[in-house]
């Protein structure tokens, strides 16, 4: 079975400070993928980043970074000097080959992110 | 930017009625999803298709059906609404086939429906 985990519900900060959303995941596969989505009020998934199973290389794109670790099963994701359009929900995402017959992302339940001014 | 489309973005309808949520991406590609969202939670996948003519069902039983006699097109209907279907559904599509667990799903803007 697959799972995600963020265990984050809601992260305040005030605008320009780094924060970093957790992501731990669970498969029994060798191969899988990871996601981040970013989902704000207006309701619609947008993709940030995939990364395979076999690539740790950490990844850095403008204000966003991410952190793969296998040693932990963490994907996690920075946001440096934050800023107010930042805020939304956003989700940590796996698929993997056994993921219970369906092709289909296993999501975790997202980090509510707010960004005062 | 992906090209999918969703319509209506929102539906307020009464309970026992037949509705359809419409979901259609020109980006040619052969698979296409649909989750279901409630309000503050994860996503989870009530159907998915693998080409024209292909449905299956996802990790989370819907009373919905879908199908696919396109391979643009991929509409999701309730046959009568009820008050427990009152949630975000969310159509996405992807390139590749079956077993091909690598590609990136791009999803649409979303249908909010409110069943009274």
């Known amino acids: 079975a697959q799972k995600v985990t963020q265990a984050q519900t809601e992260i305040s900060v005030v605008e320009k400070e780094d924060v970093t959303l957790d992501c731990v995941y669970e498969?029994?596969?060798?191969?899988?993928?990871l996601f981040w989505y970013k989902q704000p009020p207006s309701g619609e998934l947008v993709f940030l980043i995939r990364r395979n199973s076999f690539d740790e290389q950490n990844e850095i794109s403008g204000r966003y970074s991410w952190n793969f670790q296998k040693s932990t099963s963490s994907f996690n994701f920075t946001i440096t000097a934050s800023q107010v359009v930042d805020s939304a929900v956003y989700f940590c995402a796996l698929s993997a080959h056994s993921g219970g017959g369906a092709d289909g992302l296993t999501f975790g339940k997202g980090t509510h992110l707010i960004i005062q001014p | 930017e992906a090209d999918i489309y969703q319509t209506p973005r929102y539906l307020v309808i009464g309970t026992g009625k037949k509705i359809t949520l419409e979901c259609s991406q020109t980006?040619?590609?052969?698979?296409m999803y649909w989750y279901q969202q409630d309000p503050g939670m994860e996503l989870h996948l009530i159907h998915y298709s693998y080409g024209v003519n292909s449905t299956e069902k996802g990790d989370l039983s819907s009373e919905s059906t879908v199908s696919r006699i396109r391979t643009e097109h991929f509409p999701l209907t309730l046959e009568s609404a009820r008050p427990s279907h009152t949630s975000q559904y969310l159509c996405?599509?992807?390139?590749?086939?079956?077993?091909?667990?690598?590609?990136?799903?791009?999803f649409g803007p979303g249908t909010r429906l409110l069943v009274l």
């Open positions: 980006m040619g590609h052969d698979k």
């Open positions: 498969t029994r596969d060798t191969t899988y993928y």
């Open positions: 996405a599509s992807s390139f590749g086939t079956s077993g091909m667990v690598w590609e990136t799903q791009y």
